[in-house]
Antibody, heavy 118, light 110 residues
Framework: EVQLVESGGGLVQPGESLRLSCAAS????????MHWVRQAPGKGLVWVSH????????SYADSVKGRFTISGDNAKNTLYLQMNSLTAEDTAVYYC???????????WGQGALVTVSS | QSALTQPASVSGSPGQSITISCTGT?????????VSWYQQHPGKAPKLMIH???NRPSGISNRFSGSKSGNTASLTISGLQAEDEADYYC??????????FGGGTKLTVL
């Protein structure tokens, strides 16, 4: 069974950085597209970033381009999201999700809450 | 990367059918058969319900079906049940290998 477990969320001040992790089991990161999707409190889902395999290709939403970096560690089978220059608008639950058939997201983690506030 | 357009809310009685629409552009919904639908209950992670416009993953009830016409995709739920009450999101991959979600639709089972 595929399991994705996010960690690293927390409270940070505007302008600070944070790194989220997503540990995968039952699935090999290097064989799948992996994504980060976020959801601000009371709001809808927003796609953030994807990585194809581990590092072969990446893409980002315009709202995070240049500030966020997605990466993966094959040995640890773990996905990361490095988030820099955080603002209040980045406050959200961040989900990692595995890329599924027809560019869908077939498995999701439980989410990690990131709060940016002074 | 503008969000796809979904109705904010829909409702139906048990046993009835409802349809949720999802409107995009020729650069996303209309250009590719990469539309997927997700169900999200409060406080839970989203769950894949439909992929590739019309395909149900293993374990998803055949009461859920998807379709597309031009730039608009649709999710139909037939034989509404109380447990179907949730938020539903459409999503499409785009011409620039990014993804865009709809704003979400709250389904109320009366």
């Amino acid at each position: 069974e595929v399991q994705l477990v996010e960690s690293g969320g927390g409270l940070v001040q505007p302008g600070e950085s944070l790194r989220l992790s997503c540990a995968a089991s039952g699935s090999t990161l290097s064989e799948n597209w992996m994504h980060w999707v976020r959801q601000a409190p009371g709001k809808g889902l927003v796609w953030v970033s994807h990585i194809k395999g581990v590092g072969t290709s990446t893409s980002y939403a315009d709202s995070v381009k240049g500030r966020f970096t997605i990466s993966g560690d094959n040995a640890k089978n773990t996905l990361y999201l490095q988030m820099n220059s955080l603002t209040a608008e980045d406050t959200a639950v961040y989900y990692c999700a595995r890329g599924g058939p027809n560019r869908s997201f077939d498995y999701w983690g439980q989410g990690a809450l990131v709060t940016v506030s002074s | 990367q503008s969000a796809l357009t979904q109705p904010a809310s829909v409702s139906g009685s048990p046993g009835q059918s409802i349809t949720i629409s999802c409107t995009g552009t020729s650069s996303d919904v209309g250009g590719y058969n990469y539309v997927s639908w997700y169900q999200q209950h409060p406080g839970k992670a989203p769950k894949l319900m439909i992929h590739g416009v019309t395909n149900r993953p293993s374990g998803i009830s055949n009461r859920f079906s998807g379709s597309k016409s031009g730039n608009t995709a649709s999710l139909t739920i037939s034989g509404l049940q109380a447990e179907d009450e949730a938020d539903y999101y459409c999503c499409s991959s785009t011409s620039s290998t990014t993804w865009v979600f709809g704003g979400g639709t709250k389904l109320t089972v009366l």
